[in-house]
């Protein structure tokens, strides 16, 4: 059976809404995954480095899921990336130990899509934003997999009566797609 790690980069998880919903619909479609979430794990930041890069090597499909905040990853996230992918581990003459293994990038945005254009207020595609994972899958061996996005979860408010079905829909979709990426 395919080992499938989830990597989850929410710095405050316990009060996400789209996220966590998102997360807790994938695991009820994939409960064999195991879910990591950095914000439980390490609320100081200090990163059992030993104990991440086990897990990495241990399976065989590694998702990293996030709100995107900033134009990236939030700082959890970040840090995760610096302490465990690291020379030696994951890249270098020698860091062949992530080496096609399947990646996938999941993350939600507040804004909508519509915002991600030229026309739209980020003044960019959500394409101009995503070289900078390709290149950490790259750099890393990993074989990389389209990203799961999922727009406007900030503006889907499930405790508006209109907007739950939305929501709802959004995460199953979201849920969804992820689950069938990690097959």
């Avoid at 195991?34 to 241990?58: G, S």
């Avoid at 905040?69 to 302490?83: C, G, I, K, N, V």
């Avoid at 991600?116 to 890393?140: K, T």
Wanted: proline fraction near 4%.
């Amino acid at each position: 059976m395919k080992k499938i790690l989830v990597v989850s980069g929410h710095p405050d998880y316990k009060h996400s809404v789209a996220n966590r919903a998102i997360l807790d619909e994938f695991h009820r479609l994939v409960p064999q995954a195991e879910i990591v979430y950095l914000d439980a794990e390490y609320p100081d930041f200090n990163i059992d480095v030993e104990r991440e890069q086990k897990r990495l090597v241990e399976a065989d499909t590694v998702v990293f899921e996030f709100p995107f905040w900033w134009y990236s990853a939030p700082s959890l996230m970040r840090r995760y990336f610096e302490q465990v992918l690291t020379h030696g581990f994951a890249y270098g003459s020698e860091g062949r130990a992530l080496h096609g293994k399947k990646l996938i990038f999941s993350f939600t945005t507040g804004a909508g899509e519509d915002a991600y254009s030229v026309e739209g207020y980020q003044h960019y595609d959500m394409d101009a934003f995503i070289p900078q994972f390709r290149a950490l899958s790259n750099l890393c061996g990993f074989e990389w997999k389209e990203p799961v996005i999922s727009y406007g979860m900030m503006l889907l408010d499930p405790n508006d009566k209109e907007a739950a079905e939305r929501f709802n829909a959004a995460v199953m979709e979201h849920a969804g797609r992820l689950a069938e990426a990690v097959k």
